[in-house]
């Protein structure tokens, strides 16, 4: 069974930090590009950061730029996502996906991009 599994959400207050991961099984990440995404209630699905599958290219959203940074694990086939000086807008279920897409590639504006996608993790922060 293809899949990938999040973890690492929680309640953090303003300018703690979470990293999550996204554990794929089933299917062989360094294959893909992956992406993290995020979507808040009543807000669609954004983008917050994607890398390519060489990880030689990353692209972050302007709003989590300098805070947020995307990782890659192929030996244990996770993916992360480190989350420093988080502040109550970034409240949201966060959901990591794979693309099939070309080597140095990746994408952030598309969700239809991705094939394969997590159930998601909540993470919220308040005081």
């Known amino acids: 069974q293809l899949q990938l599994v999040e973890s690492g959400g929680g309640l953090v207050q303003p300018g703690g930090s979470l990293r999550l991961s996204c554990a794929a099984s089933?299917?062989?990440?360094?294959?893909?590009?992956i992406g993290w995404f995020r979507q808040a209630p009543g807000k669609e699905r954004e983008g917050v950061s994607c890398?390519?599958?060489?990880?030689?290219?990353?692209n972050y959203a302007d709003s989590v730029k300098g805070r947020f940074t995307i990782s890659r694990d192929n030996a244990k086939n996770t993916v992360y996502l480190q989350m420093n000086t988080l502040k109550p807008e970034d409240t949201a279920v966060y959901y990591c996906a794979a693309a099939a897409l070309s080597w140095g590639m990746c994408v952030l504006t598309s969700t239809s991009r991705y094939d394969y996608w997590g159930q998601g993790t909540q993470v919220t922060v308040s005081s």
């Open positions: 089933g299917f062989i990440l360094d294959y893909y590009a």
């Open positions: 890398m390519s599958r060489s990880g030689g290219s990353t």
